[in-house]
């Protein structure tokens, strides 16, 4: 039977009658509101018992979760104001539609009770649901995110990595560093809404955004995920905030002592130290260190040869395979659908090597066949593409699970990021191959996992290594108050020209293999990372 044909006028009139449907007071009053109200109320006895709405602070919502209404269309329920958290009933709560309109209202209690109040933090809720298309949102006033804030009261970011909760965060890993953004505190919970806007438009990972001496919002697609998200974001504020008074940096993979410059200030902190600091201490003879070094792979910290001699050959070889045995798996199918945005984008410019990818009714082997061949010329042009890079990611990693792949640093390498660690210099990597496939490499190299030296993975997702705006990007990501705080180590001149004129520090790596560079190229260059 042939599929029926929906217009944008059905599709309107669908809305609209969705609309109807859950305005409806059957609906209103139905099972699926009062079981949303009742969870609310009981989540809020959970978090006063946490401590994160005691004294009538803090606030949740949560959408009325219905397969048949889109997400956007879906009603809220929200929390009151003013009144005490851990002693509410479902008939406590308000019921608003998706622009945030109020649809019911519970009825005035005698006194000493004050009259209903809809939550102050709904201007604030409604812009995560619309910014983030979100399910649930809690605001806390948990002591530990207040805290947490006021350690560096010049800091506009709250940093962690290397913390086995981060994992609870969506989109994070172990080897991550999550980044919150912090928000300054206002008299008005309601004039917290535009910079709360701005932070969750700046950060667009971010499932939460802190206020300073005030709180935290946390966001999730459904009540579960905002929960989940909310207990870590708190795990991990605690223990940084443990961490600081035992005099351990939080910020950095190893968690070491917090390191210091000591001079005419004392004890100026060189990592987190806020900027008039650091220009004092330079003013006082005091050479600040510098906060960030970014490093290429392929030429500075790893032989070229290792890259075209070792991986390339062995995706090659392996790719067909890889794609015949997770072939069905969801990460496969995205792998795929990368595949053949960027093939077809490939056959209208006319690129050489691809060829069109029949439709999965074509069978398996065919697809796969089509695949491999435009893989082959892709890795033949050496093309930093993220389709590529992301599929090569997946195939080295068996590679480096069945111990068939090793990889290779320069022997100057784990020294030096040892080095660097210890003076509280943070170090990430920026390469044109997947965030993956840098994790897989630094953590099975021939001098052991190096991943706790390591702060952070950039890849091509922010952008070109040849472009500009990746290296502002970069900028904004790893928490620098000016970009000339970053030391950008690479082999290629293209790269060096461009970190350049972003404002980075470069210096251009000479390694055995690498290709010449123009004369009278301008840059600093060294042959081992000793002599930085």
Same mark, same amino acid.
């Given at each position: 039977?042939?599929?029926?044909?929906?217009?944008?006028?059905?599709?309107?009139?669908?809305?609209?009658?969705?609309? @109807?449907? %859950?305005?409806?007071?059957?609906?209103?009053?139905?099972?699926?509101?009062?079981?949303?109200?009742?969870?609310?109320?009981?989540?809020?006895?959970?978090?006063?018992?946490?401590?994160?709405? @005691?004294?009538?602070?803090?606030?949740?919502?949560?959408?009325?979760?219905?397969?048949?209404?889109?997400?956007?269309?879906?009603?809220?329920?929200?929390?009151?104001?003013?009144?005490?958290?851990?002693?509410?009933?479902?008939?406590?709560?308000?019921?608003?539609?998706?622009?945030?309109?109020?649809?019911?209202?519970? =009825?005035?209690?005698?006194?000493?009770?004050?009259?209903?109040?809809?939550?102050?933090?709904?201007?604030?809720?409604?812009?995560?649901?619309?910014?983030?298309?979100?399910?649930?949102?809690?605001?806390?006033?948990?002591?530990e995110s207040c805290l947490v804030t006021? #350690?560096?009261?010049?800091?506009? *970011?709250?940093?962690?990595?290397?913390?086995?909760?981060?994992?609870?965060?969506?989109?994070?890993?172990?080897?991550?560093?999550?980044?919150?953004?912090?928000?300054?505190?206002?008299?008005?919970?309601?004039?917290?809404? !535009?910079?709360?806007?701005?932070? %969750?438009?700046?950060?667009?990972?971010?499932?939460?955004?802190?206020?300073?001496?005030?709180?935290?919002?946390? $966001?999730?697609?459904?009540?579960?995920?905002?929960?989940?998200?909310?207990? +870590?974001?708190?795990?991990?504020? !605690?223990?940084?905030?443990?961490?600081?008074?035992?005099?351990?940096? $939080?910020?950095?993979?190893?968690?070491?002592?917090?390191?210091?410059?000591?001079?005419?200030?004392?004890?100026?902190?060189s990592a987190n130290t806020p900027a008039?600091?650091?220009?004092?201490?330079?003013?006082?003879? #005091?050479?600040? =260190?510098?906060? +960030?070094?970014?490093?290429?792979?392929?030429?500075?910290?790893?032989?070229?040869?290792?890259?075209?001699?070792?991986?390339?050959?062995?995706?090659?070889? @392996?790719?067909?395979?890889?794609?015949?045995?997770?072939?069905?798996?969801?990460?496969?199918?995205?792998?795929?659908?990368?595949?053949?945005?960027?093939?077809?984008?490939?056959?209208?410019?006319?690129?050489?090597?691809?060829?069109?990818?029949?439709?999965?009714?074509?069978?398996?082997?065919?697809? %796969?066949?089509?695949?491999?061949?435009?893989?082959?010329?892709?890795?033949?042009?050496?093309?930093?593409?993220?389709?590529?890079?992301?599929?090569?990611?997946?195939?080295?990693?068996?590679?480096?699970?069945?111990?068939? =792949?090793?990889?290779?640093?320069?022997?100057?390498?784990?020294?030096?990021?040892?080095? $660097?660690?210890?003076?509280?210099?943070?170090?990430?990597?920026?390469?044109?191959?997947?965030?993956?496939?840098?994790?897989?490499?630094?953590?099975?190299?021939?001098?052991? !996992?190096?991943?706790k030296y390591l702060c952070g993975y950039?890849?091509?997702?922010?952008?070109?290594?040849?472009?500009?705006?990746?290296?502002?990007?970069?900028?904004?990501?790893?928490?620098?108050?000016?970009?000339?705080?970053?030391?950008?180590?690479?082999?290629?001149?293209? *790269?060096?020209?461009?970190?350049?004129?972003?404002?980075?520090?470069? #210096? %251009?790596?000479?390694?055995?293999?690498?290709?010449?560079?123009?004369?009278?190229?301008?840059?600093?260059?060294?042959?081992?990372?000793?002599?930085?």
């Amino acid at each position: 039977m042939a599929a029926a044909l929906v217009t944008p006028l059905a599709l309107n009139g669908a809305v609209k009658m969705a609309n @109807s449907a %859950i305005t409806s007071q059957a609906y209103l009053e139905g099972s699926r509101v009062k079981e949303t109200k009742a969870l609310i109320a009981e989540l809020c006895r959970h978090f006063y018992n946490l401590g994160w709405v @005691s004294g009538t602070g803090g606030s949740i919502t949560i959408k009325v979760h219905d397969d048949s209404v889109p997400k956007p269309q879906q009603l809220i329920v929200m929390s009151p104001s003013g009144v005490q958290k851990e002693r509410m009933v479902e008939e406590d709560m308000y019921l608003l539609s998706p622009e945030g309109s109020i649809l019911s209202a519970p =009825l005035a209690k005698p006194y000493p009770h004050k009259p209903p109040k809809c939550s102050d933090c709904g201007p604030l809720f409604l812009k995560a649901y619309d910014m983030r298309n979100a399910g649930a949102v809690i605001h806390s006033h948990g002591m530990e995110s207040c805290l947490v804030t006021m #350690i560096n009261p010049f800091s506009k *970011e709250f940093r962690i990595t290397h913390m086995e909760m981060i994992k609870g965060i969506q989109g994070h890993g172990y080897y991550d560093e999550l980044v919150v953004p912090i928000i300054e505190n206002t008299a008005h919970e309601r004039e917290l809404t !535009d910079s709360l806007a701005e932070a %969750i438009k700046a950060y667009p990972k971010t499932t939460a955004v802190l206020v300073r001496n005030h709180g935290i919002y946390v $966001w999730g697609d459904n009540w579960i995920s905002a929960k989940t998200q909310a207990e +870590c974001y708190h795990y991990l504020f !605690d223990a940084a905030i443990k961490l600081h008074q035992l005099g351990l940096d $939080w910020s950095t993979p190893s968690h070491g002592p917090i390191h210091s410059v000591n001079g005419a200030l004392g004890n100026v902190r060189s990592a987190n130290t806020p900027a008039k600091a650091r220009k004092v201490a330079s003013d006082n003879g #005091i050479e600040p =260190l510098r906060r +960030c070094i970014v490093l290429d792979i392929e030429g500075t910290t790893t032989p070229i040869s290792f890259v075209t001699d070792v991986l390339f050959p062995y995706a090659r070889e @392996s790719v067909g395979k890889h794609l015949d045995a997770t072939y069905d798996t969801e990460e496969t199918k995205d792998d795929i659908k990368l595949l053949r945005a960027q093939v077809q984008e490939d056959l209208e410019k006319g690129i050489v090597g691809a060829v069109p990818i029949p439709d999965d009714d074509a069978g398996k082997q065919e697809v %796969i066949a089509a695949l491999v061949a435009n893989v082959e010329a892709m890795i033949k042009a050496d093309r930093k593409i993220t389709a590529l890079k992301q599929l090569q990611g997946h195939v080295w990693r068996t590679g480096f699970d069945n111990n068939e =792949l090793e990889a290779i640093v320069f022997d100057d390498v784990p020294e030096a990021l040892e080095r $660097w660690h210890a003076l509280g210099i943070k170090v990430y990597i920026y390469s044109s191959g997947s965030r993956l496939a840098q994790r897989l490499l630094f953590g099975n190299t021939n001098y052991g !996992d190096l991943r706790k030296y390591l702060c952070g993975y950039f890849d091509t997702t922010v952008g070109n290594k040849r472009e500009t705006k990746s290296y502002l990007e970069i900028t904004e990501s790893v928490g620098v108050d000016k970009p000339s705080e970053i030391l950008f180590v690479t082999d290629v001149y293209q *790269e060096a020209t461009a970190a350049k004129a972003a404002g980075l520090n470069v #210096i %251009i790596s000479i390694r055995p293999g690498n290709g010449p560079l123009p004369e009278n190229h301008g840059f600093r260059t060294v042959k081992s990372f000793s002599e930085i």
